[in-house]
Nanobody, 120 residues
């Protein structure tokens, strides 16, 4: 059973850079055809797909965030990272790590999410 665990700072000031970590257990992040995504949910709103890194290392981003977000990985540490710069208060959300077994497929595994608040 694949399990995902997000971790991050919790509180970030506006204009700073957010760095989140997703640690994967029970599976490899290079498992063929798997995609590892970051998804966020602002308070009172629906979930927003932010981007993903594929089993082969290719990355994909939403149009609205591609100028600010960067997804990377460390295969040896079974870890996927999200960095997003120039944070704004509207980036306040619960950030989730998610795994899909093929491109555009349904999410098979979710992390529990980590709250990020952008405030001075």
């Amino acid at each position: 059973q694949v399990q995902l665990q997000e971790s991050g700072p919790g509180l970030v000031k506006p204009s700073q850079t957010l760095s989140l970590t997703c640690t994967v257990s029970g599976g490899s992040i290079t498992t063929p055809h798997f995609y590892w995504s970051w998804v966020r949910q602002p308070p009172g709103k629906g979930r927003e797909w932010m981007g993903a890194i594929a089993f082969d290392g290719d990355t994909y981003y939403s149009e609205s965030l591609k100028s600010r977000a960067s997804i990377s990985r460390d295969n040896a540490k079974y870890t996927v990272y999200l960095q997003m710069n120039s944070l704004k208060p509207e980036d306040t959300a619960v950030y989730y790590c998610a795994a899909q077994s093929y491109c555009s497929g349904p999410v098979r595994y979710w992390g529990q999410g980590t709250q990020v608040t952008v405030s001075s």
